[in-house]
């Protein structure tokens, strides 16, 4: 934690000490003028930068506590905040806190408006820290900070109790408030300060008023009378703001860090209702971690230990104060997150860097390995010739095989396809055509004659041209007609004369041959023995 | 009005950010830089790896080939196109086989579809020609040695008499890398 001022303010002055490693140091008695005025602007001289929390304890405070809808968010904040300026207008120093759900089966949440009612008590000490450019960290009234003793000292209920009110309120029943079974969960916490007793009450742990009863008119022979009757009266105020039920016990538990109230609790019967209990000084001393001899030495020894750790809630730091921590807080954190970033990044770069450099050592090792088998493929080609000599034959030899990829015979194919047309008299042959293969396609024919001798009769004309063309396809092509002898498209007009000489005329027909996966070693044209040898091989009908 | 503090504590802050930035961003370059050099050589090696594996086939290979090789290179296949020759032996041919005529045109040689492999076409005429009387055509031509040629397209015409024979040849010719192999 870090170091920090305390500033406890009463009406009688105020107490100033500092927070550091965790342990209260130097509690000074500052009057409320202006030698003490001067005394803390000296010290925030001496200490610029550290923050400054503040507890306020005084009569002039105001406690209310509501029950008001259960809403959240904006709408919580804007309903608290008209009701707080109805009850508070007259103060910068308010605030609200959101409490337990409300027990007595109404719907809504308890809310506690709190506010310091005379701010000119305030005001001289909130200005040496102005002048002074001190940071003010928050401002608390006492009975807030009391709530950490009721923590420390198990003097709440049990978390599991509260629990247990929330489930019976959401099962619908009713809660025995104000019956014997609560005993002990009202609880009156009362403390001597400087300016009197203080009288702080909380209804099941959580803060629903307080009162500091100044004690003016404390007879020194029986001050103890005293205090029980302002006890008394704070019940009735109880009563009065049906904040307690009539009949029902109130705990009361008596801070005693001078061991000095023993005789209080003979005065708060049982039998009156009254649960007293007290806390003496060496608890107090274990429970809070207090020096013995700051206890003796100063009465506000343990509100300013309480202010050390304050609460997250109940500060009465007006908006503009909050908005200006904020802005510190946030001011504070970027730096910080700066550097945390600069630290990263640089983790990050080296990280970064350090693969970058393994990579490196694998590219070399890599680019070692290619050397090494291009030297041993060198080595090897040296053997053949040397590497160029060697790729120009590869290089030579694969455009040999292109070449050799369209070779064909056409003479072969032309006597065999002149042998077909000798075996049918009627069909005569007169143009044909070759095309030799390449690399996509086969040798194709396109092949031109005429028919004779049908006499007109083109049916007979036809069935000879598909009989020349199924001894085609016999031999090992695929043959299509391209024009028959009279083309019949039914779009066509056509004609013809019959009798005398007529029907001897031939008819012209075409057809097209591709040669149909039948593949026989090219002729040996273009070739040489030793080519032969090692050529791929022709594609040829 | 910003105090100067505050405005050096902003600074500060800014530097901070920015000089991890920069820290970050130079890295990244050189890590991306490295990661591609090592990707390369990878490649580098895998290719090299590769044709180590494949060498000892291709030698194996093209051992044979070394007389076939050769026999191109006397036919003139390698290097620039012998017209002069594909001519001579056309007229050798026509002169042995006593061929009644022969008209021939050569077109400009075109590069092929295979880098360094060239084509001439010669389109020839052959007068009165029967299929044997074209298979000992070319048969004589090829023997001759003046060149590697294919036939690509040939045209026998029936009708009328006599029988004539148009054919396209294809000369080709191969300029690789201008080593002799």
């Known amino acids: 934690m870090s170091a920090r001022l305390l500033l406890y303010v009463s009406r009688a002055g105020a107490s100033l000490a500092r927070w550091e490693g965790g342990r209260l140091r130097e509690i000074r008695a500052l009057p409320a003028d202006a030698e003490g005025w001067g005394v803390l602007s000296d010290t925030l001289r001496r200490a610029p930068g550290m923050p400054v929390y503040v507890a306020v304890d005084t009569v002039e405070e105001y406690y209310r506590s509501e029950v008001l809808p259960r809403v959240w968010g904006r709408d919580r904040r804007e309903m608290t905040e008209r009701r707080l300026r109805q009850l508070l207008h007259q103060t910068p120093y308010w605030v609200v806190l959101p409490q337990d759900p409300a027990r007595d089966g109404r719907i809504g949440r308890h809310y506690l408006f709190m506010g ?6 305030l005001q001289p000490w909130v200005e040496v820290m102005r002048l002074r450019g001190a940071r003010l960290a928050g401002i608390w009234l006492l009975p807030v900070l009391c709530q950490d003793l009721l923590v420390r000292f198990h003097l709440a209920p049990r978390r599991a109790r509260r629990l247990e009110v929330v489930r019976d309120r959401l099962l619908g029943r009713q809660a025995p408030g104000g019956t014997a079974s609560d005993d002990g969960e009202r609880l009156l916490l009362v403390t001597e300060q400087t300016g009197g007793l203080r009288l702080t009450y909380f209804d099941h742990g ?209 006597a065999r396809i002149a042998a077909i047309f000798a075996q049918l008299p009627a069909i005569r042959l007169s143009h044909l055509r070759w095309s030799g293969p390449d690399t996509a396609q086969p040798p ?74 039948r593949v026989t070693p090219a002729g040996g044209r273009a070739s040489t023995s030793d080519l032969d040898a090692g050529r791929s091989g022709g594609t040829a009908p | 009005m ?64 070394r007389g076939q090789l050769a026999e191109l290179d006397r036919r003139g296949f390698v290097g620039a196109a012998r017209r002069l020759d594909w001519v001579s032996a056309l007229a050798r041919s026509q002169r042995a086989l006593a061929l009644e005529s022969i008209a021939w045109r050569l077109e400009p040689g075109r590069p092929t579809a295979l880098t360094g492999l060239g084509a001439t076409r010669m389109h ?58």
Do not use: K
């Open chain 1, 444 to 517: 194709r024919l396109t092949l031109e004659g005429e028919v004779m001798g049908f006499g007109g009769d083109y049916r007979l004309a036809h069935d000879r041209i598909e009989a020349l063309a199924a001894a085609l396809r016999r031999d090992g092509w695929q043959a299509e007609v391209t024009r028959w002898p009279l083309d019949v498209a039914p779009h066509l007009e056509i004609q013809g004369d019959l009798g005398r000489d007529a029907g001897d005329r031939p008819a012209r027909f075409a057809l097209a041959l591709t040669a149909a996966g």
């Open chain 1, 116 to 121: 310091l009612t005379a701010p000119e008590l």
């Open chain 2, 124 to 181: 020839l005429d052959l007068g009165p020609m029967t299929p044997d009387g074209l298979a000992a055509f070319l048969q004589h031509l090829d023997g001759l040695g003046q060149g590697l040629f294919t036939v690509a397209q040939c045209d026998w015409t029936l009708e009328p008499l006599p029988q004539r024979m148009q054919c396209s040849l294809d000369w080709w010719n191969f300029q690789g890398s201008g080593d002799s192999p």
């Open chain 1, 206 to 414: 959580e803060l629903r008023f307080s009162r500091l009863a100044p004690l003016e008119g404390r007879t020194p022979d029986d001050p103890l009378a005293a205090y029980a009757a302002q006890i008394e009266r704070t019940r009735q105020s109880l009563l009065a703001q049906r904040l307690l039920n009539r009949g029902e016990p109130l705990r009361v538990c008596l801070l005693d860090p001078l061991n000095t109230l023993a005789g209080l609790s003979q005065r708060l019967p049982g039998d009156a209702g009254w649960r007293c209990e007290i806390l003496p000084r060496q608890r107090l001393l274990a429970g809070l971690g207090l020096p013995p001899a700051l206890l003796t030495e100063s009465s506000d020894a343990l509100a300013l230990t309480l202010l050390a750790r304050p609460p997250a809630g109940g500060n009465l730091l007006p908006e503009d104060d909050r908005r200006t921590q904020r802005q510190h807080r946030l001011r504070r954190a970027i730096r910080p997150a700066a550097t945390l970033w600069l630290i990263a990044a640089l983790g990050l770069s080296l990280a970064l860097l350090l693969d970058a450099w393994r990579l490196s050592r694998a590219a070399d090792t890599l680019q070692a390995r290619a050397r090494q088998a291009q030297q041993e493929a060198g080595r090897m080609l040296d053997r053949e010739g040397g590497g160029a000599r060697f790729e120009a034959r590869w290089q030579t030899h694969a455009a040999w095989r292109w070449v050799m990829a369209h070779r064909a015979d056409p003479a072969a194919t032309l």
């Open chain 2, 2 to 65: 910003i105090p100067t503090a505050q405005r050096a504590a902003w600074a500060t802050v800014v530097l901070l950010l920015l000089a991890g930035a920069a820290a970050v961003g130079v890295a990244l370059h050189l890590h991306g830089a490295a990661a591609a050099a090592r990707q390369q050589a990878e490649q580098a090696w895998r290719d090299a790896q590769a044709r180590l594996e494949r060498l000892p086939a291709r030698i194996a290979q093209a051992r044979p080939l």
